[in-house]
């Protein structure tokens, strides 16, 4: 089937006259766009360089003329940027490590991207002609958080790269990308990164007396006029990110109730902002809900009184999620959804989607009424 992805995994955007939507295509290191009516393949851009030939693209935001895609590709550790009216790319823009999640400033004149990476490994050198053929050595290289991780060392004749401090900037950090000269025809200069800022807790930081072993692993971004708000897949929190300053003001921790204080895992995914901006939503994979957090007016930007006010119950794996324009309803996209159900047994009968369990994983799509804020401690006690 000619109109089939070659490949995909996350990031789609619908063209501004609603007839087409783009989509990454992951590691075909192709931007596709379909016909929306039809499901019709319509044409692609190739991220390929005749140097450089694979990669892996991911989230993606498209301006609203409809005219520029900025492309997270995760192999590479950049940022893509393609012009959908020539199929060109315009420019590669290294960024952190493992770029996850991109948006766009309300003015479009900034890019952020979320790196939920915490190392760039490098091949170790000097293997011999046996371990080449078995793509490497049958020893553990190093121990995590070892002065031989942190600074490498040889062993025989082989060495071993250090990888360096796992708190590094380019490590689960937000990277903010000023893109205002793309498609200013009088204005030819290469985007450039602005600030790099470290969210949620450092590596060995503790949180109420326990020490992260990993990072923040900050994911997915939303940004206003004043504020940019990034979920901590790790730590259990919204950074919200002043973006004049280029540092972060505010953790919103997510406890849904004091029964579940001391319980770790909520993983803070997708976000989404309500039209008027008082209401931020968040993903919570770990516990298959959303949060519902009340956002302050700009002029208490100071101070900032953000807090999470409840929690709606959803589908299994909560992952990506928006607001409908006129901001009554609540989309919801659950990674997991209904599950595989079961890929052996004498009763299963093997389909067109094989036995193996990822593609027997059915999502789902769910949309609901956001309720108001009196309605809100119902749905949290069933999300309990």
Not at 6 to 21: C, H, K, Q, W, Y
Not at 221 to 241: Q, R
Not at 346 to 375: C, K, N, R, W
């Amino acid at each position: 089937d000619p109109n089939l992805l070659e490949d995909v995994f996350m990031g789609l955007a619908i063209t501004p006259d609603n007839r087409s939507i783009w989509v990454s295509g992951g590691s075909a290191n192709k931007l596709f766009r379909y016909d929306r009516r039809t499901g019709a393949k319509l044409d692609s851009i190739s991220c390929a360089q005749a140097d450089h030939p694979d990669g892996y693209l991911g989230d993606l935001a498209l301006t609203r003329d409809g005219a520029t895609l900025y492309v997270c590709d995760q192999s590479n550790f950049r940022l893509v940027v393609a012009d959908t009216r020539t199929r060109k790319v315009l420019h590669y823009i290294p960024v952190g490590r493992y770029p996850f999640g991109v948006t766009l400033s309300p003015d479009e004149r900034t890019a952020y991207v979320a790196n939920v990476g915490m190392f760039e490994y490098s091949p170790l050198k000097n293997l011999k002609e046996k371990d080449l053929k078995s793509n490497g050595v049958d020893f553990s290289t190093s121990a995590y958080g070892s002065k031989e991780m942190r600074e490498g060392y040889q062993t025989g004749d082989v060495e071993v790269p250090g990888l360096g401090d796992p708190n590094a900037p380019e490590s689960f950090s937000v990277w903010a990308v000023d893109v205002s000269s793309v498609n200013q025809p009088h204005q030819p200069n290469q985007p450039s990164v602005t600030h790099r800022i470290k969210t949620g807790f450092l590596v060995g930081e503790k949180i109420e007396g326990i020490p992260a072993v990993g990072g923040a692993s900050p994911n997915s971004l939303v940004a206003t006029e004043k504020f940019v708000f990034v979920s901590n897949g790790n730590n259990d929190c919204v950074s919200v990110i002043d973006p004049a300053q280029g540092k972060v003001i505010q953790n919103i921790f997510l406890k849904p109730l004091p029964q579940l204080a001391r319980h770790r895992g909520i993983i803070p995914f997708g976000l989404a902002l309500s039209p008027d901006q008082k209401r931020l939503y968040v993903a919570e994979s770990g516990i298959n809900a959303v949060a519902v957090i009340a956002l302050p007016p700009y002029d208490a930007a100071q101070q900032l009184p953000a807090k999470v006010i409840g929690h709606l119950p959803v589908g299994w794996f909560p992952s990506k999620l928006a607001v409908s324009p006129d901001g009554k309803k609540l989309i919801v996209a659950n990674a997991k959804g209904y599950g595989s159900g079961p890929n052996g047994g004498y009763t299963f009968q093997e389909g067109p989607e094989g036995s193996y369990v990822g593609p027997l994983m059915h999502g789902s799509v769910t949309m609901h009424d956001i309720p108001a804020d009196a309605d809100l401690p119902r749905w949290t006690q069933q999300v309990l």
